[in-house]
């Protein structure tokens, strides 16, 4: 048996310029982070001799099939293919939040299971493959419009700098604060969830189709990757991580006209009156869960204007996929 334990992530600045049909003409680069929740992949033997089925999979249904091309659940029926494992095994799914929330869930679910089916024939794969094999598997094989910042999050895990180059490749670098400045970082974030529930396809495949007419607000996000950095390194006032947040998320909501909704503008505009001073919804857009940056002594006020939705407590996390078990 083998059991993966995956991140989920939260992105700071960036996004959106980790589409490939954006950075491989102007680069890109995303600030972001892994944080304490995950995905759980348990991955077994499976004696399909003693049943009348050859595989078994678990997550939301229990699908129980004879050859890869009966799995109705497409992900994992084309990794299974690209592991190159047709029969006797039982996989269960199992996640800490919902997903389609915005914290890069299906990434974590590829990373992970992509990592325990790795595993499982005995193999090991180093965290950039795992998350490059990743990328190829969603954007390739699966033909989804995603892009490469969610795997990276996913495998490497940590407070991460990714940085995407117009020749294709993709750098990771740790940002190396004191635990002073984390611990003060993390004390200043919020996370709630909206209620909405949305796959990011729809609006990622809006953003590629529309690329050369958003491409001027996706430099601008690029831009705010170095002064987020440069805030969280620094000494000085950690305030102003607030106020850029602010800044991504207005150009953020020009990418797409489904990028927001009345919902999430008032939820915004509510935390904002109450003293969060910058929050951005994190994912595609158009739900999930919204993050803010609140000062300490504000934060009560902000859970208070926000009473309807649900507050998640995380920490930010220093670990990527790993196998938490094996035997």
Known sequence: MIISKTPLRISFFGGGTDLPEFYREFGGAVLGSSIDKYIYHTVSSFPSNLFDYSLRLSYSQVEKVNALSEIQHKPFREILAAMEIERDIEIHLAADLPSYSGLGSSSSFTVGLINALTAFKGQTIQSHNLALKAIEIERDV???????????FAAHGGLRIVEFKK?????VDRVNISSARKEEFEESLLLFFTGITRK?????SSKIKNISAIKNNLKQIFKHVDLGLNLLIGNGPIEGFGALLDETWQEKRQLDPNVSNST?????????????????????????????FVPPESQKYVRKALTNFYEVKFSLDSQGSEIIYKQ
């Open 167 to 171: 020749n294709g490749s993709i750098s």
């Open 142 to 152: 699966l033909q989804e419009a995603v892009g490469c910042q969610d795997q990276i």
């Open 200 to 204: 990011a396809q729809g609006v990622e």
């Open 264 to 292: 999430i503008d008032q939820m915004y505009s509510d935390a904002i009156s109450a003293g969060a001073l910058g929050g951005k919804l994190l994912g595609a857009g158009g739900g999930g869960f919204m993050l803010f």
